[in-house]
């Protein structure tokens, strides 16, 4: 099993602006360094909490079905498609109407319907492929996680310690799943 980015996120939950407030940074001079500064606070606060801040598509990899699937990293706001490889080796799509997807929680699973049959596919790893969008922008607490990392790294460049206050921020949003 395993999970890829298919569509990076393309907004971030804090602006440069606002990094750059936080920091005191009053040129445009360092305004790349701050969106990389972003993008890898956004990441750290994503993995901590195994929940997503920004809006991305993923895509879940399985060695077969099962009659639910969780979908990790969410929150989910769609699935796109589940594929896999039938038992000569093609790619096909299983028909929405076989399954149906769970968005009611946190944690979101896909459930295969009573009256329906998970195909048979081809006896190997990562066989089954699950396509889905998540992300949603985060409340105040994890938006603020977010800006204290990204100027704690701009204005620390050489310390890569977290932050107490982060994690602490962090800490009542992390999905336990």
């Given at each position: 099993?395993g999970?890829?980015?298919t569509?990076?996120?393309?907004?971030f939950?804090?602006?440069v602006?606002?990094?750059?407030?936080?920091?005191r940074?009053t040129?445009?001079?360092?305004?790349?360094?701050v969106e990389?500064?972003?993008?890898?606070?956004?990441?750290f606060?994503?993995n901590?909490t195994a929940r997503?801040?920004?809006?991305?598509s993923?895509?879940?990899?399985?060695d077969?079905?099962?009659?639910?699937?969780?979908l990790?990293?969410?929150p989910?706001t769609s699935?796109?498609?589940?594929?896999?490889?039938d038992?000569e080796g093609?790619?096909q799509i299983?028909p929405e109407?076989?399954?149906?997807?769970?968005?009611?929680?946190?944690?979101?699973?896909?459930?295969?319907?009573t009256?329906a049959?998970?195909?048979?596919i081809l006896?190997?790893?990562?066989?089954?492929w699950?396509?889905?969008?998540?992300?949603?922008?985060p409340d105040e607490?994890?938006r603020?996680?977010i800006l204290?990392?990204?100027?704690?790294?701009?204005d620390?460049r050489?310390?890569?310690?977290?932050?107490?206050?982060v994690?602490?921020l962090?800490?009542?949003?992390r999905?336990?799943?």
């Amino acid at each position: 099993m395993g999970i890829t980015v298919t569509t990076p996120a393309t907004t971030f939950p804090v602006t440069v602006l606002e990094v750059k407030e936080q920091s005191r940074i009053t040129s445009s001079s360092e305004d790349i360094w701050v969106e990389r500064a972003i993008k890898a606070a956004t990441a750290f606060c994503e993995n901590h909490t195994a929940r997503s801040f920004s809006a991305k598509s993923l895509r879940l990899t399985l060695d077969e079905f099962t009659d639910s699937i969780m979908l990790p990293r969410g929150p989910v706001t769609s699935v796109t498609q589940i594929r896999y490889l039938d038992t000569e080796g093609a790619t096909q799509i299983v028909p929405e109407t076989d399954y149906t997807v769970d968005l009611s929680n946190f944690t979101s699973w896909i459930v295969r319907d009573t009256d329906a049959t998970w195909p048979t596919i081809l006896d190997r790893v990562n066989a089954v492929w699950v396509d889905y969008d998540v992300g949603v922008s985060p409340d105040e607490e994890v938006r603020h996680a977010i800006l204290l990392l990204a100027a704690h790294w701009f204005d620390d460049r050489e310390n890569g310690e977290i932050p107490m206050g982060v994690q602490t921020l962090l800490e009542n949003h992390r999905a336990f799943a």
